[in-house]
């Protein structure tokens, strides 16, 4: 139920900037996607618990949410902001490796349990 709240409200939001900052209608999904990788980086410390056999819900949600976050940002600033190609590059590579260490530093602090 939460998650189709998330959508509504990233729809809305995305009508909004669209409306005022004018812009494609492309727009309105560039926001609904950052409204969505929000909401799935926020309910990370309220998912599951973790699982030996399969990835946890805490895992899933931290990747997609900041994967889809950093999408609908990367297309809003090109949307507003173009700039040049290596630019996006390198902020994927950063944000890859920054969760790539999240992972690690949750892993090793459950194994110190």
Known sequence: MLDVLALVIGLAAGVIV????????????YVTLLVIGIYLLISVPFA???SDYVPS?????????????????????NEYV????YIY???VL??????????????????EK
């Not at 173009?82 to 190609?85: K, T």
């Not at 950063?94 to 194994?111: G, R």
């Open 82 to 85: 173009s700039q040049e190609w």
């Open 57 to 77: 819900q805490r895992s899933f949600r931290l990747v997609w949410g900041t994967l889809i976050t950093l999408a609908g940002a990367l297309l809003l600033i």
């Open 18 to 29: 669209q409306q005022t900052m004018g812009g494609d209608l492309l727009v309105i999904l």
């Open 89 to 91: 590059v390198v902020m």
């Open 94 to 111: 950063i944000v890859i490796a920054l969760l790539i260490a999240a992972q690690y530093l949750s892993a090793s602090k459950e194994e």
């Open 48 to 50: 599951g618990k973790e």
